[in-house]
Structures are given as C-alpha cells and as structure tokens.
C-alpha cells in the first residue's frame, strides 16, 4: 500500500500570508496527487488534481507542484475562506488509493 | 448542475442493516461511462471509499468490507443505494456518495461532486 504522509499536521497563518503544505508519498506516484480542501461539517472540494492541475472554478492563488514522492500545495495570499482541511490523495491506479492524514490551516 | 444527495437514517442499533440513498440529478447513470461511489469518514479521520456501480451496473467494493457492502441503482429513480450490514459503533461516519472525474484509472477515485454527506450514529 502507499502511504501519504502530509506536513504540517497544522498551520497557523494569517490573511494574506503565503503558505505551503508538503505531501510526501511512501513510493513513486508520477502525478497522481490530488489536493482536497475540507471545511468543518462539508464535504471535500477538490482544488487540484495530477500535481498540478487547478479545478475548474478554483482561485488561481491556489497552486499545486511535484512529481515522484513529493509534492506540495501553495496558497500564494491566504484568504479567511482558506482557513479548513486540506488533505492530500493519491490516485495511482485502478486498484489504489489513499488519503494523507490532512492539514488544519487555522487562523493565527 | 450535478448534485447529489444522501438520505437515510441518522441512528442505527448494532447488529441491524443500514441502507443508505444517494438521489442524484445532472447525469443519469444509464449513460456510458458513469459510476457513483460511497466514502465515508469517521469524525476527525480520514476518508474511506466503501463501493462503486458503473452504469453498466459493474459493481465494486472495499476489500475489507466487501461482506457486509451492497451497492444498487435504480435508474428511472436517480437513485444509488448503500446496504451496510452487521453495523458496528466502529462505523460511526459521515457518508457521502461522491461522482468521480472519470470511470477509468484511478480517475474513479478521484471525486469532484459530493453530496453533502449524512451522518450516521451506531449506538444501542
């Protein structure tokens, strides 16, 4: 099985700010990583899929990067909507996935 | 629009079946190439994908829970429906059905429409 493995399990960051959550995969996954935001008691949207592409409807001041085992989402200027979950996945193949233990992003 | 929608009970006993619908609009699963699945996620946890049906009605199922699970459709309904037997507190969740992206590689987990989840309470 792969395992995701996402740092930092928080973050405290203030509007405005830059932030960057990193998610490291147990083997190599090419790009097969998508990045989820979770707000309490939502369901989860996703942001970004294959590493780097940007969902449709999504503010382009999230930004996803990597390849391989390690990969990372970027919120270039935080926005008080920002503050939630984000969880890495990895959708490898047919037969595999799995989630990261997620990020709280909370207002410092 | 796409948008799905869970219905069922918010409190089952131990030992009972739960049955679970997720009523849909925007697709219609008899299309080529479509597919619903189930997650659910315990509070505070991480996500886990329970089953899927295609719109062939191929259906797929959790390895570890595969015993317990029944996925179903009704097409003239819109419906997906979720049995769930043997329920334990341990399967204390939120359930979502979920549409993913594609119904091919791992694009079947790769999921870009939620219902808005129902949360379901194992407990005596």
């Known amino acids: 099985d792969i395992q995701m493995t996402q740092s930092p399990s928080t973050l405290s960051a203030s509007v405005g700010d830059r932030v960057t959550i990193t998610c490291r995969a147990s083997q190599d996954i090419r790009t097969w990583l998508a990045w989820y935001q979770q707000r309490p008691g939502k369901a989860p949207k996703l942001l970004i899929y294959?590493?780097?592409i940007l969902e449709t409807g999504v503010p382009p001041r999230f930004s996803g990067s990597g390849s391989g085992t390690d990969f990372t989402l970027t919120i270039s200027s935080l926005q008080p909507d920002d503050f939630a979950t984000y969880y890495c996945q990895q959708f490898s193949s047919y037969s595999e996935y799995s989630f990261g233990q997620g990020t709280k992003l909370e207002s410092k | 629009q796409v948008t799905l929608r869970e219905s069922g009970p918010a409190l089952v006993k131990p030992t009972q079946t739960l049955t679970l619908t997720c009523t849909f609009s925007g697709f219609s699963l008899s299309s080529d190439e479509v597919c619903v699945s189930w997650i659910r996620q315990p509070a505070g946890k991480a996500l886990e994908w329970l089953a899927r049906i295609d719109s062939d009605d191929t259906r797929y199922y959790s390895t570890s829970l595969r015993t317990r699970l029944t996925i179903s459709k009704d097409t003239s309904k819109d419906q997906v429906l979720l049995t769930m037997t043997s329920m334990d507190p341990v399967d204390t969740a939120t359930y979502y059905c979920a549409r993913p992206k594609g119904c091919y590689d791992g694009y079947v987990y790769l999921f870009d429409h939620w219902g808005q989840g129902i949360r379901v309470t194992v407990s005596s």
């Open positions: 294959k590493a780097s």
